[in-house]
């Protein structure tokens, strides 16, 4: 017998003045089970023989009444089931809950989360170092160890972190005049860091002396505007997990100093930025490089990656705008605000105040919503009263638990069905719970009339079949047949995009396009387009991949596979065996190589070292199978380069080559000694012509400086004879020396005693002869 709910059968006995779905006129079946939960099909071929289709839209208990095998009736189940296995969550239960609904259907259960006494806490300081925050800034260095003995009494396991923040570095947010684009307090005489959107300064760690290290080499900045760039910051020291640090099993707290206000979204249109925020980290080397052309996160989408990341916010605010951030907590969940006191002096209290407010809330939110489905969540605090989900619990003690009555509605197919999962996450905790969801929106035997159940093999009857229970049996036929609907062990049952039904898929329509194949698994639209065509129209759309027709590759079937004859090299290698080929072109997958065919590699190794394994090829009489077959494809232009060495030393080659040679050698050697000679000969002639200019010169006359630079180099190599000075009027000139011409006469007479300091040689002769 089909187990019928019990509001099913009471429904049926009110009469059919209530009964819409025997009103409903419903002719198909998935009409007729999308008017609600106790309605029913039935799918017995001759069920009331003569009567319409409007007759086998029903409640079960009325279709059973009229004679309709309860075997043969369509009425997809409702059921919630919790694995009792693998359970690892510790303070979110159960961890995995699945649910199947039928149009108009509501299922329950309850989940449990538990906040544990002493959590591992992470803390990170995010700070405004604008000019104002001076005095903040230095008594960090003071907190480090005071909040540490604080923290100890309520965490086993605390880290502190440190990054900080002014602004976007574009004008109007500072000023960019060149004697301050560097140093933005140099109006005031002081010594300021240049300006930046966001720095990660320490990564998380229990070292406190560390902490106070980092605290202490901090600088403050500046910038023109009011407003800071927080939420920039915020952002990115909550998805940038692995340079900040931020541990799975730990609470994580960001803590954020400031003064400001913080700019929000569409802000930055002001200094020519828009392009919108992606939600990713861009640090690089532990600076925030996309402050200049991405604009500043919206509230919505920095609330979803606190949450998404367990990121809990205290906001630490000194002055009149904390106001303004706890105006904001709505939108934050998971936030807190603190008011600082001058110079920060209740800065340890405050974190510990916030601290315990924020783990002692619990609250859940719905994460992954599917269309057609609502959620109804009720809270359920350890003092008995009831709150709402969002609302959630206050002042919960360590290991108290908080029941969540969460109820799901399913509205209508407003999708194509499916198995999909909604994600149940209690804010600030690091686990969730997943629920996955089967909607029945179709009927297993489809909406024609003409399809019976006959389980027994109609080739051999199996007369045990009929004494099993009707659950046992449809319980393994049913698995049987949605085993056949997978591709793979491991694939979802008709690839996720259609119905199993008898072991067959049957497709979803799909607005985009058509869903095909014998699992589903191919489609004409998911795939990539080249040139306005599906996988360029040479392959099918599997998968979201294409699947390419034979002589076809690449990624879009865009190439040719007779492209690759397009990157041999000449010596018959694809792209030197140093790339790959790609629509005929080689892509080096070696970095050191370069090159049309990747030939050219400075760095790599010699040819000899690249075919050292090929030398074998050219002695293969006793070589395996294994070498011949590597010679024939990786050293197939090596061997046909030896085979025809051996045609060019033998006969008639030989003596050409040999002649030409000779030929070559003797008339290089017969230019080289024409060349020598030349030089030798030119060497002589000019011996010769040097030796008759020695004649000429030494006949020749010798002119009057000659004689007075004689004259003068005496003069200079004599030692003057000191004279008294003699009165103005008795001094004249004596102009004797330049008339004496005795020497001239002696000159003519003698000319070979001059000869040398006509040549240039020591003059001790020529002054001799002179005097």
Not at 211 to 229: H, W
Request: hydrophobic residues 30%.
């Amino acid at each position: 017998m089909l187990a019928v709910p019990r509001e099913l059968w009471f429904s049926g006995e009110k009469g059919s003045a209530e009964n819409r779905c025997a009103t409903s006129n419903a002719v198909t079946c998935t009409k007729c089970l999308a008017l609600g939960p106790e309605c029913g099909w039935c799918a017995q071929e001759d069920f009331m023989a003569g009567t319409t289709q409007k007759g086998r839209c029903d409640t079960v208990f009325n279709l059973m009444k009229r004679g309709c095998q309860s075997d043969l009736v369509e009425n997809p189940t409702v059921h919630v089931t919790i694995p009792s296995d693998h359970e690892t969550n510790t303070q979110v239960t159960p961890g995995k809950v699945s649910v199947q609904l039928r149009p108009g259907s509501e299922a329950n259960f309850m989940l449990k989360v538990r906040p544990l006494e002493k959590y591992p806490v992470d803390l990170y300081y995010l700070v405004d170092v604008s000019a104002s925050m001076h005095n903040n800034i230095e008594k960090l260095n003071s907190v480090g160890f005071a909040l540490s003995k604080k923290m100890a009494n309520i965490s086993l396991d605390f880290r502190l972190g440190f990054g900080s923040y002014v602004d976007k570095t574009v004008s109007p947010y500072i000023s960019i005049h060149p004697g301050r684009i560097h140093n933005q307090c140099s109006d005031y005489n002081l010594d300021c860091m240049p300006p930046h959107g966001y720095i990660h300064v320490l990564s998380l760690t229990d070292n406190i002396a560390e902490f106070r290290n980092a605290v202490n080499k901090q600088k403050i900045s500046g910038n023109i505007d009011t407003p800071e760039g927080g939420f920039d910051a915020m952002l990115q020291a909550a998805v940038c997990q692995s340079h900040i640090g931020w541990r799975k099993e730990a609470k994580r707290l960001l803590l954020v100093m400031t003064d400001q206000t913080s700019h929000l979204a569409l802000d930055s249109k002001l200094a020519g930025i828009v392009i919108p925020h992606d939600g990713n980290c861009h640090l690089k080397d532990n600076v925030y490089i996309k402050a200049t052309s991405m604009e500043h996160p919206s509230l919505g989408q920095l609330s979803e990656k606190l949450i998404d990341n367990n990121i809990n916010v205290i906001f630490a605010v000194q002055g009149s705008q904390f106001h303004w951030y706890k105006d904001l907590l709505p939108l934050l969940p998971g936030t807190v605000a603190r008011q600082i006191e001058s110079q920060a002096a209740n800065l340890n209290d405050l974190v510990v105040e916030a601290y315990q407010k924020l783990i002692s809330e619990v609250k859940i939110q719905v994460d992954n919503q599917i269309q057609g489905l609502h959620f109804n969540i009720t809270a359920i605090c350890p003092d008995g009263s009831k709150k709402t989900g969002m609302e959630g619990c206050k002042h919960v003690e360590y290991n108290k638990e908080v029941l969540f009555n969460v109820s799901v509605t399913m509205k209508g197919c407003h999708t194509s069905g499916g198995r999909k999962y909604v994600i149940l996450k209690p804010i600030g905790f690091n686990e969730t719970a997943i629920v996955n969801v089967q909607q029945s929106c179709a009927c297993q035997y489809g909406d024609s009339t003409g399809h019976k159940r006959v389980w027994a093999d109609e080739t051999s009857p199996d007369s045990k079949q009929s004494q099993c229970s009707d659950s046992n049996c449809s319980s393994n036929r049913d698995t049987l047949s949605s085993e056949k609907c997978r591709q793979h062990q491991d694939q979802p049952i008709c690839s996720g995009q259609g119905n199993c039904i008898d072991g067959k898929c049957f497709c979803y329509k799909n607005k985009l396009g058509k869903v095909y194949g014998k699992y589903c698994e191919m489609d004409d639209f998911s795939c990539p387009y080249h040139q306005g065509n599906l996988c360029s129209g040479n392959g099918e759309c599997e998968g979201g991949k294409c699947k390419c027709f034979a002589g076809w590759e690449g990624d879009r079937c865009e190439c040719s596979s007779q492209s690759a004859k397009l990157c041999l090299n000449s010596k018959g290698q694809i792209c030197s065996g140093r790339g790959k080929c790609v629509c005929g072109k080689c892509e080096c997958t070696d970095p050191r190589s370069f090159g049309r065919f990747c030939e050219y590699c400075p760095t790599c190794n010699k040819a000899c070292e690249e075919n050292w394994n090929c030398v074998q090829c050219y002695h293969s009489n006793n070589a395996s199978q294994v070498i011949l077959d590597q010679c024939t494809t990786s050293c197939t232009y090596l061997l046909h380069y030896i085979d025809n060495t051996s045609d060019c030393f033998s006969g008639r080659n030989y003596f050409r080559v040999f002649s030409i040679i000779f030929i070559v050698t003797f008339l290089i050697g017969l230019l080289v000694v024409l060349i020598i000679r030349q030089i030798i000969l030119q060497g002589s002639s000019n011996k010769v012509k040097s030796a008759s200019d020695y004649r000429v010169s030494t006949t020749k006359k010798m002119p009057l400086p000659r004689k007075r630079l004689a004259a003068q180099t005496l003069q200079r190599e004599k030692k003057p004879k000191l004279q008294p000075l003699k009165l103005e009027e008795e001094r004249h000139p004596d102009f004797s020396h330049f008339y004496d011409t005795s020497h001239v006469l002696q000159q003519r007479q003698e000319p070979w005693k001059y000869i040398p300091a006509t040549l240039g040689l020591k003059p001790s002769s020529l002054m001799y002869h002179i005097k």
